[in-house]
């Protein structure tokens, strides 16, 4: 079972642009035929998935954020990365990476769960 | 509100069984498979069952999970007081193109 864990600053303004790392250790994501993901959840509420990468290159995420996410790869260091744009006191949050076990096929999903998953890193946006 | 429908608590007694309900439509659950994820305070959460009714290695078979249409449920049999946790399911959304999570099930042991 790969190990993940998130690393970024934890406090930044409003305006600023979040940007947090994934290292996975104990599988390789360039050799591997999951996913990788980013999710979160503000303090008391519901989790929320921002999107997720394959190795080769395909990125997808959530709508509702979609214009603000970017998430990258770094094979080499066996580490992904999200970031996200524009902050605002709506992005405070516990930030998790996880590995994302993905298969769509004819618009229906078979495979679509996250496993397992970092500790996760709290991330706040205040002035 | 979330897409995906749960109900906000439930509780039972040790030993005995519960279920928990997560309601969808056909651009969801109708037509993608479930996973279910159980989270502690401050920790992260961890699935319990994947492709609607499968069991991770080391999840005991107390957990099941089952898919009715567009509405599945994760049943706890034998409950113990250490299964006090938030409840969580997961899906695709075809319509929407997303992954979709219900609002969290708070279960309580009494």
């Known amino acids: 079972q790969p190990q993940l864990q998130e690393s970024g600053p934890g406090l930044l303004k409003p305006s600023e642009t979040l940007s947090l790392t994934c290292t996975v250790s104990?599988?390789?994501?360039?050799?591997?035929?999951?996913?990788w993901a980013w999710l979160r959840q503000p303090p008391g509420k519901d989790l929320e998935w921002i999107g997720s990468?394959?190795?080769?290159?395909?990125?997808y995420s959530n709508p509702s954020l979609k214009s603000r996410v970017t998430i990258s790869v770094d094979t080499s260091r066996n580490q992904f990365s999200l970031r996200l744009s524009s902050v605002t006191a709506a992005d405070t949050a516990v930030y998790f990476c996880?590995?994302?076990?993905?298969?769509?096929?004819?618009?229906?999903?078979?495979?679509?769960?996250?496993?397992?998953w970092g500790l996760g890193t709290l991330v706040t946006v205040s002035s | 509100q979330s897409v995906l429908t749960q109900p906000p608590s439930v509780s039972a007694a040790p030993g005995q069984t519960v279920t928990i309900s997560c309601s969808g439509s056909?651009?969801?659950?109708?037509?993608?498979?479930v996973s279910w994820y159980q989270q502690f305070p401050g920790t992260a959460p961890k699935v319990l069952i994947y492709?609607?009714?499968k069991r991770p290695s080391g999840i005991p078979d107390r957990f099941s999970g089952s898919k009715s249409g567009t509405s599945a449920t994760l049943g706890i049999t034998g409950l113990q007081s250490g299964d006090e946790a938030d409840y969580y399911c997961?899906?695709?959304?075809?319509?929407?193109?997303?992954?979709?999570f219900g609002g969290g099930t708070k279960l309580t042991v009494l």
């Open positions: 997961g899906t695709w959304d075809s319509s929407l193109s997303t992954v979709l």
């Open positions: 056909s651009s969801n659950i109708g037509n993608n498979y």
């Open positions: 990468l394959y190795f080769r290159g395909t990125t």
């Open positions: 104990g599988a390789s994501i360039g050799g591997s035929s999951y996913h």
């Open positions: 492709e609607n009714k």
């Open positions: 996880a590995r994302h076990a993905y298969y769509c096929s004819g618009g229906s999903c078979i495979q679509n769960w996250f496993d397992p």
